[in-house]
């Protein structure tokens, strides 16, 4: 098996388009060698625990609305040539995504990350729901199949937030500065959202070196 670990956050329009290709080719490659992580890296660490009004926040980002039409507008073309429906219309807010974290960490000991991640990216860019508010987390865990009620009890304690922070400050650290990024077999980094044909290949050459590795091992007995 490969690790393949991931550094996303669920606000991030490029990580939802980079998870649909990604996706696209574990399903054309059933057999693939990945074994799946992901890890946190907030957008903007310094959001405020309530969110802000997401038209606000993006003219203050992007240096005035016409600005921040222009950089969403491409990034709905690059969602459509995707084949993703975006609704940004239904956003009214942009949320602390820490609880979201915390709530893809729990995820992860239970086995159901990529459920949850893919929960939490329709959440928030087809419903416009608030990922920041924990009740939403809470029901999102529920249909994931985790216990609603045992991670709305959680999300109301700081249960894990330093770890998150740290793990946050620590992809920093260590050279992550956008997201999504791709970290295969701890070895090879691929920043941005991949195309389908590039991951296929990726897989394709590990089962390559896989079946090398086997032969030589026949050859040495």
Known sequence: MTRLDIFSDPICPGCYIGKTFLDRALESRPSHPFVIEWHPFQLNPAMPAGGVDRRSYLETKFGGKANAVAVYARIEEAAEAAGLKIDFAKIQRTPNTMNAHRLIHWAGLEQRQNAVVSALFRAYF???LDIGVPEVLARIAGKAGMDEAVTARLLATDADFDDIAARDADARRKGVQAVPTFLIARQYVQSGAQPVVMWQNVIDDLA??????????????
């Open 126 to 128: 087809l419903e416009g």
């Open 208 to 221: 390559a070196q896989d079946s090398v590795a086997a032969q030589t091992d026949k050859t040495a007995l």
